[in-house]
């Protein structure tokens, strides 16, 4: 069982930063693939951020490209979320996800909120 604990969400207002971090009950990320999701009010789930297995890199939502950064951290445990140019729309709980190489993401943070005011 992996537990994943996000943390950095807050109040920003447009154009403005935040980052995001998620640390994971394990030493190591090696044989997990991690991402962010984000769900906005009214909408389902949908991918922000991360490693995909699938293509073997990194990969981002078409509406945060050029402006969200994933990446992992020193600590071998933590991977991080890095918003710039934040805007309303970007408003929502974002969550923390981790799964085994090879199979789809089964382990969640419980959410930390993000507004972004404009």
């Known amino acids: 069982q992996v537990q994943l604990v996000e943390s950095g969400g807050g109040l920003v207002q447009a154009g403005g930063s935040l980052r995001l971090s998620c640390a994971a009950s394990v030493r190591t990320l090696s044989y997990l693939h991690m991402g962010w999701f984000r769900q906005a009010p009214g909408k389902e789930r949908e991918f922000v951020a991360g490693f995909r297995w699938t293509i073997g890199s990194t990969d981002y939502a078409d509406a945060v490209k050029g402006r969200f950064t994933f990446s992992r951290g020193n600590a071998k445990n933590t991977v991080y979320l890095e918003m710039n140019s934040l805007k309303a729309e970007d408003t929502a709980v974002y969550y923390c996800?981790?799964?085994?190489?090879?199979?789809?993401?089964?382990?969640w943070g419980q959410g930390t909120q993000v507004t972004v005011s404009s």
């Open positions: 996800a981790a799964g085994l190489l090879g199979t789809n993401y089964s382990y």
